[in-house]
C-alpha cells in the first residue's frame, strides 16, 4: 500500500518567518549577532573584579513535593528527566492552539468560580506567552543566526564532533550544515534520544554550506550523521578522537567545587588542536526575569547565571586558550584549544 508522507516545506535562502513551534531564519544579511570580546586579558581579570555568577534559585515547587513524597532529595539524574520534558512540552507547544484552549479552560473555571482553577490557567498562559516570545518570536534559544556567526571559521573539514549534555542536539546539527562530519550526541536522559532529538522538528532548516560547491545550502536533521549516546559524561570510554567538543548550557550547572571537572570532560577526548566550544547563558535583567517566570517548569536544579568574562576565566583558569569569545542573544559562548 502507498504511504502518504507531507512534503517538507520549501523554505527560502534569506528569508525569515513563524512556523506554529518555532522561527526558521535563514538569513545572512545584516550580519548574524555575535558580540566579540575575545581581546580580553584574560589571564589579567581577578574574581574580585569579575565578582561570582548569579545563582538562580528559586526551584520547581514540582520538585519539593516529590522530595516530601519520596522522602529524599531528588536525585541530579531525576531533575534532569523532569526538566526535559517539561522543557520539550514547550517546544512541541502549537502556540495558537494551546493558547485557545487555555483561554476555553478560563471560562470554564469562571463559571463555576473556580478560582484556584483561573490561577493555574492564568500561569499556564504566562508561561506559554514569555516561551512564545522567547523561543519562537525572538530565537533566543535557539539562536540560528548567533549560532552561526560564533561558530564559524573553524579550521575543520568533515569533524568528529562530541556534544555533552546534547538535549535536542541542536547546536551540532548547525555544526554539521556548516563543516559535515559526524556527531556523537551524549546525554544520559533516554527521552533525549527519543523525543527531544529523536522529534526533532523534521522541516527546521539548517543553513551551511555546501562542501562541493561552497555555496549556502539548507539540511534538515535527516540529512545528518549522527549517533545518541544515552550514558553519563563521566562514564565515557573515548579516547582523543573529536575535532570538536561542544557544550550548550552544561557547565552552569556544575559549582565550583566541580568546575574542573566539567572542563576536563571537555579536554580529555579531544585530538592534539582540537576545538572545546562552550556556551551558558548570560546575566542579564532579561534572562533573571525569563528563569524567575519560568521557575516552576526549569528550576529543578543548580544553575548560574554568569557573562562571557566569566566563562572565559573559568575556562582560561582550567587550561584552555580563548580563541574566540562573545555574546549571542540568550548565551556566552567561547571558542578554545587546551593550553
Ligand atoms: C540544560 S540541558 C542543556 C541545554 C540544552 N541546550 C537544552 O535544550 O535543554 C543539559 C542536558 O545535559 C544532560 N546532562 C546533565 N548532566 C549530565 C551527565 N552527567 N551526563 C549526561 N548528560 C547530562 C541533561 O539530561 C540535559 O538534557
Known amino acids: ?51 561570582r555568577p548569579y545563582l538562580v534559585d528559586n526551584y520547581s515547587r514540582h520538585r519539593a513535593s516529590w522530595e516530601r513524597a519520596h522522602g529524599e532529595a531528588m536525585p541530579v ?45 492564568i500561569e499556564d498562559l504566562v508561561q506559554l506567552t514569555i516561551w512564545n516570545n522567547v523561543h519562537r518570536v525572538q530565537d533566543a534559544v535557539w539562536d540560528p543566526r548567533g549560532k552561526r556567526a560564533l561558530f564559524e571559521g573553524l579550521d575543520v573539514a568533515k569533524p568528529e564532533i562530541l556534544f555533552l549534555g546534547a538535549a535536542d542536539g541542536y547546536e551540532a546539527m548547525q555544526l554539521l550544515a556548516m563543516y559535515g562530519g ?40 535527516q540529512d545528518f550523521d549522527v549517533d545518541f549516546e544515552v550514558a553519563d559524561i563521566r562514564d565515557l570510554n573515548y579516547g582523543r578522537e573529536f575535532d570538536i567538543v561542544l557544550s550548550v548550557g552544561l557547565i552552569e550547572h556544575f559549582p ?43 528550576n529543578y536544579g543548580y544553575r548560574e547565571l554568569m557573562d562571557v568574562r566569566q566563562l572565559g576565566r573559568y575556562a582560561y583558569e582550567n587550561g584552555f586558550e580563548i580563541l574566540r569569545a562573545g555574546y549571542i542573544k540568550a548565551h556566552n559562548g567561547v571558542i578554545t584549544r587546551a593550553r
Not at 11 to 25: I, M, N, Q
Not at 184 to 212: K, M, Q, S
Request: glycine share 6%; aromatic share 14%; charged share 25%.
Open 256 to 298: 565550583d567545587t566541580h568546575k574542573p571537572l566539567v572542563f576536563d570532560f571537555h579536554r580529555r577526548f579531544l585530538k592534539p588542536g582540537g576545538y572545546a566550544v562552550m556556551t551558558t547563558p548570560r546575566r542579564q535583567f532579561r534572562s533573571k526575569l525569563f528563569y524567575l517566570a519560568m521557575g516552576e517548569l526549569m
Open 1 to 51: 500500500m502507498e504511504t502518504l508522507v507531507a512534503p517538507l516545506p520549501a523554505y527560502e535562502l534569506e528569508s525569515t518567518g513563524l512556523a506554529p513551534t518555532y522561527r526558521y531564519d535563514l538569513r545572512t544579511t545584516p550580519p548574524d549577532v555575535f558580540e566579540d570580546v575575545s581581546l580580553t586579558d584574560w589571564e589579567g581579570l581577578s574574581w574580585e573584579a569579575l565578582g
Open 182 to 221: 559526524h556527531a556523537v550526541l551524549v546525554d544520559y536522559d533516554d527521552f533525549c534520544r527519543t523525543e527531544r532529538f529523536g522529534n526533532f522538528p523534521a522541516a527546521y532548516p539548517f543553513l551551511g554550506h555546501d562542501p562541493a560547491t561552497g555555496q549556502a545550502r539548507i539540511y534538515r536533521r
Open 77 to 121: 539524574p531525576v531533575q534532569w528527566e523532569h526538566f526535559n520534558r517539561r522543557f520539550h512540552a514547550l517546544f512541541a507547544a502549537d502556540h495558537d492552539t494551546a493558547s485557545t484552549a487555555l483561554r476555553a479552560a478560563f471560562g470554564e473555571h469562571l463559571k463555576r468560580l473556580d478560582v484556584g482553577g483561573m490561577r493555574e490557567v
